[in-house]
């Protein structure tokens, strides 16, 4: 009896202590980055192409784990057609075509992998690099805030029709499908009038949309982009991006959850890059400001630089800002980890520092650590008063200067990294379930 009361007491003092803790930056009672992720994929065969995908795609189409499919040119679904893709399956983008795949508005995709038998998709060479193909658009007709509501892809595809490279409407429930549990890597190729393919394009994608535990690693342009539409994006990683990890733009109505950017000052592009940039607009006289602006909610989010030594690569300009927020959005982040940028965040220019502002950009519950400066505003060097505002106990913000062996569980595993942080010796965490069975 004295056994089982022991027990009893010491079960209670471990629950109390888990729902105490801080519950910053990613979290899950286990690391749910295993085992679906690769952190080596270039060390990875996943065979020769058995089949190939090519032109339009107007039927109801399924693609087999047993199969390895060689996605050639610009690939398009279309015709309100669904394209599954059973759990396991592998698709490699043609290098020489620089292979992309479009699922256009009205149609879907069915991409439901699985914690141990993620959906992957990847470049054709035997040494893979970033940009060896094209990359994954989601279309949908959920609002955007240009004018019109409706606008079409500017990266060269050639669709046999102009529809199939349409999106936004009017629709916020909107759905295009599920994508779940996939790997895109080494997608992001250079055009020469369009600049860089994205690995996951989301434009004008609803509410009804699932979009959770999707990697993205080495993508020589944004590893995902977010064009207008209403989503949740769950469970995300962007992996050593060449440039942004998350981007938005035109209006998109977006929670991003207990998701992760690692960056690496040793792999990015010759432009300046952020883990998160948040856009209105590339040209007000696009936008149509009588419609819902950007509004990107993040929580739970880490954002990690990885350097061997950050003093000097921030000396000599290899590290920029986490975050980039434009002019007339919306950016609230909560409970989050922020570690070794140059600065944490940067303010557009034109935004103006008064309480209208204020308080359509929060920061909330988040970790500071090892960063040169803070909160900053482009183009000034006297950032006092946004220092102090978001450094007030109201915000509850964290400050450190911690070594990432400290302040992560274990961030330089190279084969199974775990990026939950760890404060006192303690995992942040807010459930007690294992995740792997979502």
């Known amino acids: ?8 007491l010491v079960f209670t003092l471990v629950c109390s202590y888990s729902f105490s803790q801080q519950e910053k930056g990613i979290i899950g009672y286990n690391n749910w980055l295993n085992p679906w992720t690769e952190f080596k994929p270039n060390k990875v065969e996943y065979g020769k192409p058995t089949q190939i ?28 057609t669904t394209l599954t893709i059973e759990p396991g399956t592998v698709i490699i983008g043609d290098f020489k075509t620089k292979g992309s795949l479009t699922i256009s508005k009205d149609s879907k995709i069915i991409a439901d992998g699985t914690h141990t038998d993620p959906i992957i998709f990847t470049s054709s060479r035997s040494v893979k690099k970033p940009g060896d193909w094209g990359g994954i658009f989601i279309l949908g007709d959920a609002p955007t805030s240009k004018f019109g509501n409706e606008a079409s892809l500017n990266y060269g595809l050639r669709p046999s029709d102009f529809e199939s490279i349409s999106y936004g409407g009017e629709n916020i429930e909107s759905d295009s499908g599920i994508f779940r549990y996939v790997r895109i890597e080494y997608a992001g190729k250079r055009t020469k009038s369009y600049g860089y393919f994205n690995a996951l394009t989301l434009a004008g994608v609803g509410q009804q949309t699932i979009v959770e535990n999707i ?13 207008g539409g209403n989503v949740i994006l769950e469970r995300l990683i962007s992996y050593k991006s060449n440039n942004n990890d998350y981007e ?36 007000i006289e696009d936008a149509d400001l009588t419609k819902k602006q950007t509004n990107v909610e993040a929580e739970n989010l880490t ?15 290899l590290v920029n800002e986490a975050i980039y927020v434009g002019n007339d959005t919306s950016f609230s982040i909560d409970k989050s980890v922020i570690s070794g940028f140059n600065p ?20 909330t519950r988040t970790y500071f650590n090892n960063c040169k400066g803070n909160i900053f505003r482009k183009g000034f060097s006297n950032n006092d008063d946004l220092e102090s505002w978001y450094g007030s106990r109201a915000f509850d913000n964290v400050y450190s200067k911690g070594p990432d062996s400290e302040t992560f569980i274990d961030s330089h595993n190279s084969k199974r990294p775990d990026f939950r942080l760890r404060i006192n010796r303690i995992i942040a965490s807010n459930d007690l379930i294992d995740d792997d069975d979502d």
């Open 1 to 8: 009896m004295k056994k089982f009361t022991l027990l009893t």
């Open 53 to 80: 995908l090519s032109g339009d795609i107007t039927k109801d189409t399924k693609l087999y784990k047993r199969d390895i499919y060689l996605l050639l040119g610009d690939v398009f679904v279309t015709d309100s």
């Open 215 to 227: 990697m993205v690693s080495y993508c020589e342009g944004n590893s995902f982009n977010v064009l």
């Open 248 to 283: 938005f733009n035109y209006g998109t109505q977006c929670n991003l959850i207990n998701s992760l950017a690692i960056r690496s000052p040793y792999v990015s592009g010759s432009d300046v890059s952020r883990c998160i940039m948040v856009n209105a607009y590339e040209d």
């Open 303 to 317: 954002l990690i630089n990885l350097s061997s030594d950050l003093e000097n690569d921030i000396k000599i300009g």
């Open 344 to 363: 944490a965040v940067i303010f557009d220019s034109k935004i103006k520092i008064n309480n209208e502002n204020l308080n359509k950009i929060s920061f």
